[in-house]
Every structure is written in C-alpha cells, then in structure tokens.
C-alpha cells in the first residue's frame, strides 16, 4: 500500500515521533543525547522552526514543533541525517539508525495543544527513566524542566506555552505543573499519537454516537482535529499544491518551447545559454524571452534560468518590446 503524501506548509503544527530502526536505542549515553539536544537548538535556530514540547526517550523521541519557512521534511531531514552520521561516527556501526519514515501528525492547536504539551512531557515518567513529578522538573532531556523554569534553554517556546497556562508568569507556571502532574493519572492515551476519526473523536464509542446524531465528521490518518479542522488543511494543502504542479507544468511547457525553436533556427541550445550575441542567437533569445513571460507565464528570474541570462536582462527585452508597442 502506497503511503501517504505528508501534509505540510510553514506555521502548520505538528507531533513529531522517531524511532530507531526495529526499536533499537538511538542514544548511548548522555554525549549522545547533548549532540541530539544541541543539533535540535541549531536548526531550530537557523530554520525559524519553533519547538514548544520535546522528549529524547531511548529509542525513540517526541517533538511538538510548528514547520518553518523551509518545511518540516527540511527541518526532519537535517536533524536525522546529522546526528546518524554522528551516531555511527562514535558507535563504530553502519547503516539506518532511524526508522525510514518519522511520524508526524498535523494537530489542531486548540483543541490539542495543552495535551499534546503534557503528553510528551510526561514521556520520561510514564517509561520510568524519571521516578516523579519532582525528578522530571530537573529532568536534563526533556523540555518540561524548561517550562517550569528548572533549566534554560532560549531557543525553546517557553513563553509561548505558558500563554495557554496564565498572563502572570509565576502563575503559569504553577498552573502549567499542575496540568501535567493531573496527566500521570490518564496513562498512555494512544489517541494522542495519530491522527483520523476514532482519534480525533476520542475512541469509538464517541465515533458511533456522532453517527447515531447524522454528524458525519470528515477525517484524515494524517490529522488529530475535527473535521473542520481537516477540511481546512486539507483544502489549504491541496491549493499549495495545484500551485507548484502548474509552476512545473510551465517550466515544461518553456524547455519545450525552448528546443522547438532552437531546432527550428538550427541554432543550439548551448549557445542560446552560453551568451553568444551573433544575430541569430540574441534575436532568438530575445523573441524566446517575450514568449515565456507572455505565453508560458513565467517569472522574469525563471525565464533568465531557461535563457542562461540574468533577471535584469528579460526585464529590459520586456521593456523594449513594451516601449515599441507604445
């Protein structure tokens, strides 16, 4: 079964989960878990990617981060490959450290941003690396120590989830704790690690009751919100899409156009890109010019990236030609 296109674009927030490959460790020891932490900062830094809650487990790891202005699978794909290549540097091994595909769900920030916080901040307790709610405020991997002010970390969002707990920061912080420590007593809740109906509903027997009312609720394994909330990023995403598909249906429809009229004017595309100024040459690349903004739709620096010429150049063919016709 073919898997599913992820669904991204920056400001979406998603819950980040990785695994090592056939659930084996992905840290060592906590040299390994610095590296991981400070690779994290960094490209949290440099790619505008904010992380609101984390918790680097011992085969696995939970991130809570809004996609910045290159994408989560930029943002994924950098963190994952450096720290492998680092990983087995130190370890002496070979081969996939993660598993070939992180999970990531996108969430709706109303309805699950509080729990999702609490949920992955409570990944230490309920796995037993920490013995309580005491030992988890100084708890060094994860970021609940962060939030409650037991450590610092200035790259991560910890203004902004105290928001969601109180104006006066000393009060959020005491509410924030308190919301976290009511959590230990809900267990695993699996429905806060994937997307779709049954998740987003709350379990199965909410499912059919919904049903029993007529409300068909629209629903994505990729998405934890309800179904509005689905058709919003959905129909977003979509719109993204169809967007890049017809850029690329007209950088096509430009190379197309470009080697018709090389080959009709015995003229090669080489020389068309390589500045050549005979006359043949630059009449060609200046009628070329005018066709792909006019016909093919192009931008002026897409049409230079055809023609081999900088921006600044079509735009003075345009000019011309508008000047001419006026």
């Not at 070329?288 to 002026?300: I, S």
Request: net charge positive; glycine share 8%; charged share 30%.
């Amino acid at each position: 079964m073919p898997r599913s296109a992820r669904l991204d674009a920056p400001g979406t927030l998603h819950h980040v989960i990785i695994r090592g490959i056939e659930k084996r460790r992905i840290v060592n020891d906590d040299q390994d878990r610095e590296i991981f932490v400070d690779r994290l900062e960094q490209l949290s830094v440099d790619l505008k990617t904010p992380v609101y809650a984390w918790a680097l487990m011992t085969n696995h790891a939970h991130l809570l981060i809004r996609s910045g202005p290159e994408g989560l699978p930029s943002f994924m794909r950098k963190l994952l490959t450096g720290y492998a290549i680092n990983y087995n540097r130190r370890h002496h091994r070979h081969g996939h450290l993660f598993q070939n595909r992180y999970k990531s769900i996108v969430c709706e920030e109303d309805t699950y941003f509080k729990e999702l916080v609490r949920y992955i901040h409570l990944n230490p307790l309920r796995a037993d690396l920490v013995e309580s709610m005491q030992k988890l405020d100084w708890y060094r991997w994860c970021g609940h120590s962060v939030i409650v002010g037991r450590r610092k970390r200035s790259w991560q969002e910890r203004d902004y989830v105290l928001k969601w707990f109180g104006v006066k920061k000393k009060e959020a912080v005491s509410n924030y704790r308190n919301f976290v420590k009511k959590g230990v007593a809900l267990g695993k809740q699996p429905n806060l690690t994937g997307g779709g109906l049954i998740r987003s509903a709350g379990g199965w027997s909410e499912v059919k009751a919904l049903r029993r009312m007529g409300d068909r609720q629209v629903s994505d394994e990729r998405i934890l919100g309800t179904g509005d909330f689905v058709e919003q990023i959905t129909q977003q995403i979509d719109l993204e899409r169809k967007c890049r598909l017809i850029g690329a249906d007209r950088v096509e429809k430009a190379k197309k156009l470009l080697k018709e009229k090389c080959e009709a004017q015995s003229i090669s595309k080489e020389a068309l890109k390589g500045g050549s100024r005979t006359g043949d040459v630059s009449k060609v690349r200046c009628e070329l010019a005018l066709e792909l903004v006019k016909e093919c739709g192009l931008t002026y620096s897409e049409s230079a990236r055809q023609l081999g010429v900088c921006t600044s150049a079509i735009a003075k063919i345009i000019k011309r030609k508008q000047n001419k016709s006026n």
